[in-house]
């Protein structure tokens, strides 16, 4: 058995509490307890049952299971052929929506991954970090958000599926250009970060916000450089390449074309 704890940190987007692995003796159990943080093992090989508000799943290598704060719940390996599994503790502001997004919830706390040896490798290195004098924290925690990112990428559940999980993506979107205006983005670069299909980013952003995402961003990036021209210091050149229009004109055009007035103009009545 190996285990580490790193202790609770409230306040914080995510910590890892503590991770280990066990390679348990035929009919190892634990609880019936709870537990004040969410826990996450994983099966590399053998069997065992999970039990969580009257259900009891028969588990077996490559499936996992979710344990949620304040939940009481049983696990016993098999009699015959006892499971060897690796878990990682953890808590966090973001942990419960991460969660949901990779379809965990106490309701849904079972998962399967056996595509390749990407989530093993995430417990491995886990378990190296555990080793590290002054940067085990950071690699834990990079390691953590690994494992839920292979999870939530090959997740079932649809997090577009209701009003609450679109605006989620709709306010990722919306991040990504205030910190990106300045760049030469795409909808398509946009659409793609989020993990949409371009024409459904599109669809559900107008539908969110009665504007397209292409006006969005050009209102954006006007709205910033109406900003930046009260620094008399920043030519129109300037303003235009701070706001991702590196051709001054097709600036100047668009400008005059949504404010009314040419850039110049729009900077004489600010004086």
Known sequence: MMDLYMG????????????????????????????????????????GKFHIDG??????????FLICPDIITYYEA?????????????????AEKLLKYAGLSRDNPIFTYDKSNFVRECFRQMMIATK?????????????????????????????ANKNQRDLYINKAIKYIEMNYSRKITISDIAKYVSLDRSYFSTIFKNSLNTSPQEFLINYRLNKACEL????????????????????????????????????FYRKMLT
């Open 8 to 47: 609770s940190k409230d306040g914080i987007d995510l910590c890892v509490y503590h991770c280990g692995m066990e390679q348990c003796v035929p009919g190892h159990y634990y609880g019936p307890a709870i537990r004040d943080h969410y826990l996450i093992h994983f099966i590399h090989s053998g069997k």
């Open 55 to 64: 259900k009891i799943y028969n588990l077996e290598k490559n499936q996992g």
């Open 78 to 94: 098999d009699s015959v052929d006892p499971w060897t599994y690796s878990w990682v503790g953890f808590q966090g502001i973001k």
């Open 132 to 160: 590290l004098k002054r940067g085990n924290e950071i690699r834990l925690l990079g390691n953590l958000y690994l494992f839920l990112s292979e999870l939530i990428e090959n997740a079932n559940y649809d997090i577009t």
């Open 229 to 264: 021209m009260k620094n008399p210091a920043l030519s129109i050149s300037d303003v235009s390449r701070s706001v991702g229009y590196e051709d001054p004109l097709a600036f100047s055009k668009i400008f005059k074309k949504i404010k009314g007035y040419s850039p110049m």
